[in-house]
């Protein structure tokens, strides 16, 4: 199967925000180096998003 090419970007309010930026905030506000694997859920509702570092650590930051 072709790989497809494709981009993200959440709208909210007067902001947007794509995918590069939240992985860049999630690393920014773990701040260590050791991420194998990043899961970012986004809760624009509360201005925050929240991620699992290494399916085990967990944290937020405002978006």
């Not at 199967?1 to 925000?17: R, Y």
């Not at 986004?42 to 290494?54: D, H, I, M």
């Amino acid at each position: 199967m072709a790989k497809v090419n494709t981009k993200i970007e959440l709208q909210f309010g007067d902001k947007a925000l794509n995918e590069e930026q939240l992985v860049s905030m999630a690393k920014e506000a773990y701040g260590k180096k050791d991420i194998k694997n990043l899961d970012i859920y986004v809760k624009p509702e509360e201005g925050k998003a929240y991620y699992v570092v290494n399916n085990d650590i967990t944290g937020s930051f405002d978006i």
